[in-house]
């Protein structure tokens, strides 16, 4: 069946680091990719999205690129900020059957000042 | 637009007592989904809706049960809780299913 599998948390990271999450997947035909992040006490909110291959989501700084070749859908920033502290979610969606969405465990990242 | 919106915020229950979750949704969506959040777990899906009219099972259904009241009402209830259904409650509708989804704030569920 399909999977998400993410880096093991948490990530600490001084402001203004670069940030790498690690993402990679396992699905039949050709899914839709997403990214969410949860603020603490918080519902969870899209970030990003992709839906074909090559394909480059990009919202608040954040950009993850669709690499089917790789299975991947890894989450990047140049500059991260305390404000982004919070918990990232990979996610795909299955376009083929009842379209289930399937999420990772989430990795927690931690910014410092 | 309020967007996603469940009910209540936060709940202690003791084991085998029942009660509803509610949750409702003013963006005109299709489907609509009921999931549970546990620490290390990720989401986990409990029901979904995809039209109105619709249910079906998720990934863990037992224990649950769940109304699509109308196209913006999607109830989830417990009819006899045990402390595994210790969780966070989260509702989240899409416009159709596999789409991008909006998630409501959740529900903080304690069952002693």
């Known amino acids: 069946g399909d999977s998400v599998t993410q880096m093991e948390g948490p990530v600490t990271l001084s402001e203004e680091a670069f940030l790498t999450i690690n993402c990679t997947y396992t699905?039949?035909?050709?899914?839709?990719l997403f990214w969410y992040v949860q603020y603490p006490g918080e519902g969870l909110q899209l970030l990003l999205k992709a839906t074909k291959a090559d394909d480059k989501g990009s919202n608040k700084g954040f950009e993850a690129t669709y690499r089917k070749e790789t299975t991947s859908f890894h989450l990047e920033k140049g500059s991260v900020q305390v404000s982004d502290s919070a918990v990232y979610f990979c996610a795909l969606s299955d376009r083929g059957g009842y379209q289930k969405v399937t999420f990772g465990t989430g990795t927690k990242l931690q910014v410092i000042p | 637009n309020a967007g996603v919106t469940q009910t209540p915020k936060f709940q202690v229950l003791k084991t085998g007592q029942s009660m509803t979750l509610q949750c409702a949704q003013d963006?005109?969506?299709?489907?609509m989904y009921w999931y549970r959040q546990d620490p290390g777990m990720g989401l986990r899906l409990i029901y979904y809706s995809a039209s109105e009219g619709t249910t079906d099972k998720g990934e863990v259904p037992n224990g649950y049960n769940v109304s699509r009241l109308n196209k913006r009402e999607f109830s989830l209830r417990l009819e006899s809780a045990a402390p595994s259904q210790t969780s966070v409650y989260f509702c989240?509708?899409?416009?159709?299913?596999?789409?991008?989804?909006?998630f409501g704030p959740g529900t903080r569920l304690t069952v002693l």
């Open positions: 989240a509708s899409s416009e159709v299913l596999g789409d991008t989804q909006y």
């Open positions: 963006m005109n969506h299709n489907s």
């Open positions: 699905a039949t035909g050709y899914p839709s």
